[in-house]
Every structure is written in C-alpha cells, then in structure tokens.
C-alpha cells in the first residue's frame, strides 16, 4: 500500500497498491485494546443462550460444560485469529488483498465477496443491537433514530481508522472495564443457579457456536496488523486481547441469562438485555457499553471498504465506507437479522478452513519449502499453481458442513439428510473436523504445488 497525495502519513492509505509499505505506528499494546475492545460486545452476551442450548431437542448444557467448552473455544478461535494477523504484519496487504499471495489473484476474489457479504451483515447485526439496547433504555418511538446515530458513529469512525485506534485505547477501555466489573458484582451477587438437567451432550455444538465469533475476525485481522510495527506485536496484540475480552463477555452473558432463569432454552437472544438491566446500575454499565459498541460496527464498515478494493483498487476507501455504513444502518431498520444471523454464522463457518489453509501454508509449507515462514509469499506476484489451495478450502468446509450443517433452511436440511447416511461423530465440533482436514489437504497440495513453482521460476532464471 502507499499513502496518497493529500493523505497523512499516520493515517491509512484510501486505495489499494501493494508495491510500497503503509503506516506501521501500531504497537502491540495499541492492538490489545483495540482487539480488547471488539471483544467487547453486547453480540457475546446475545450469543450466551445459544451457549447453553445450542441444539434444539439436547438437554442444556451444565454451566461447567458451558464455560469449560467457551474457554476451549475461545482460546483456540484466539490463536487462529493471532496468527492470521502475522501474514499481514509482514506484507503490509490487508486480509483480503492477502489471499492473493495464498490463492492467486482471481481466486482470491471468491472469498473476497464471501467476506464483503459477511461484515456488511455483521455491521448491519452491531446496529441492530446498539439500537435495541438503546431503544430499551428510552423508548420504542426512538429506535429508526438510534439506528441512524449507531451507523453513522461507525462510519465516521472507518474514515480515521488509525485515529480510531487510539481513541479506543485512550478512552474507552477505562469505562469498559468499570461497566464490566458493576456487571460481574450485579450478576454474582443475584445469584447463579445451575441448569436443571444440563449435561455435555451439546457440548460439540456449543464449541461451534463459540469458535464463530473470533473466526468471524479472522478475515479482517490483516487490515489492522498491516499496521503493526512487528509480527510479534500483531500476533499478540490480537490473540491475547480478544481472548480476554470474550472471555470475560461470554462468562457474562452465561451468568446473567441463568440468573434471570435456570431455564436457558426459554430465552431469545436479546434476553440477556432485561437481565442486565435488572442489576443495579445495570443500566449505566450498558450506556456504556452501548457507546464501545460502536467500534465492532466501525470494524466491519472499514474491513468491508478494503475487501472491496481488492476487487477495485482504486475506488476510495472513505466513500466505500460511507456506503457501507448507509446500507449496514437500513439494513438495521428493515430486515429481521436476528434470524439473518444464522447465515452470518454459516459464512462465518466458511472461514474456518480458508484461515487454517492460509496459517499453515505460512508457517508449516513455505518453512519447509523454502527454509522459514512465508518464505517467497507475495501478494503481488504469487507462484503459479495457488488455485490449488481452494481444494483444501473447500474439502475444509465440507467437512465442517457434514459434522456441523447450522440452521439455514435447505442448506440444513440437505446436510441433516446426509447424516442419515453417514452419521458424523457427535462428540467433534465441525470447526475442529474442518480445520483438521484443510491442515492436511494443505500440507499435501502445498508442498509439491510450491516445489514446482520454485522450479520453475529457477529454470526460467537459468534461461535468461
């Protein structure tokens, strides 16, 4: 990337070129709290009640299975996020112009469109419940207002990204964690019972569910590690500050939707709101982390903007971000995301596979290749023959698919008809089965597809 006329030399570039080398001011403590911060969020607690009864028809699990299962989850979805930050560290390219050194240009633009689909959707789902929250803390007259307020907040945030940034860091991690700490006080001292009847049956789907939300970042650590002054500081920055924070959020959301109920199969997902608000101060903890929300609907508005330059490099970030914004905001205001959400976790689930089939190309096949990680990896001129890799991309989530087939009607339900056949085992999270397969098929592919690429540019070398 380079930083246009006009542009700051602190601030991010507004189109996309490879050749030169953006702004690294990101230290890994600026990352942490920025990670932190999007781990933060009130789509964690939404989420708990799909923690505890992730299948329709299995007993809920007990809460040791739960957070046992949300703590494995998190911190192998946190590694993987981690990781996938390195690449962009190295090569300066955001996540999805990345892919081009992993798949080769044209290839890279089936998962940059599955990407694009993916935050606008999950922007559109951070309005949603920034407006929801807002509107139980007034009234209901206000919500097409709070809407407008929660888009056009994160919009103006993905224009100054890096500014952003730091204001994450500066200010809102302070009040954050004051708000956590009122709530976690609010939610012991009402009580936790256990579920009645809870086991580990569920348990498999449950880690799924989980594992969604930081695979869900995975496509988009890139665009802020590139950024970064040093690998290290990204992989860090990223792993250990989302891991925290979901953590702790998660382990919220559980607590409070049993403390309202021992009963966790009777909620929705947005019960977890009158559960905090029934705590004392439970209201003013939720004002503010209704205002840190804002920064994983900025993420998704910024991310989208870049994964659309990969498709058109010259088009300008800032009036990319302004679009998105405006359609994550209507969408918010029209359509019923909370069942859209199924989808978002199925595109999630796509994820999987693609972010080991790029971390292990990276730090197993090119060091065997050529001698240490991401060895020759350019995403301005890949080796011939990357399109290979969409094989164990797809084997990945196919494999995931069989074991873990989500709720989406007819895609579910084809899935469900092929485990009549073939009945997968019910004690392996598909995101585990996925990413085990596309770790192997990479492995396999990669190494002889780099060889001959390797060969080849030698024998072209030779003949000049």
Known sequence: MAVDVGASSSEAPLTLRLTDRPPQPLGWRDQAALWASLGVTLTLPAA????????????????????????????VGSLLL?????????????????????????????????????????????????????TRLTNEGLRPLWAVVAGGL???????PLRAVAVVRRYLLIAVAVATVILFIGVIRAGVPAVSGGDWTAAAAAFDIVIALPISWAPLAADYARHSRTPAAAFAGASIGYSAAAFVYFLLGILAVLSLSGAADAFVVTDFVPALLALPVGGLALVILLVDEVDEAF?????????????????DRRWLAVAVGTIATGAALLLDLLSYES???????????????????WFVVRRIVGGSAGAGFSPVNPEPGRAWYLLPWVLGFLAYSWVSPGTVPGWSDWWLARQELLAPPTWLPGSVLGGVVAAVVTVAVGIPVLRRARRAVGDTELRR
């Open 82 to 134: 981690g990781a996938a930050a390195v690449p962009g560290a190295v090569t300066g390219a955001p996540s999805m112009a990345l892919l081009r050194g992993l798949l080769g240009r044209r290839a890279s633009y089936a998962p940059t469109v599955i990407n694009i689909v993916q935050c606008v959707g999950w922007a559109a789902v951070e309005v949603l419940v920034m407006t929801e929250v807002a």
């Open 299 to 315: 993420a998704n508005i910024y991310s989208t903007a870049l994964s659309t330059q990969n498709l058109a490099p010259r088009l």
């Open 154 to 160: 994160a919009t103006l945030m993905a224009l100054r």
């Open 48 to 75: 708990a009640v799909f923690v505890l009864a992730p299948v329709a028809g299995l007993a809920p699990l007990s809460l040791t299975a739960a957070v046992v299962t949300m703590v494995a989850a998190v911190v």
């Open 343 to 361: 989808f978002l976790f199925l595109i999630g689930a796509v994820f999987v596979p693609l972010t080991v089939v790029l971390i292990v190309d």
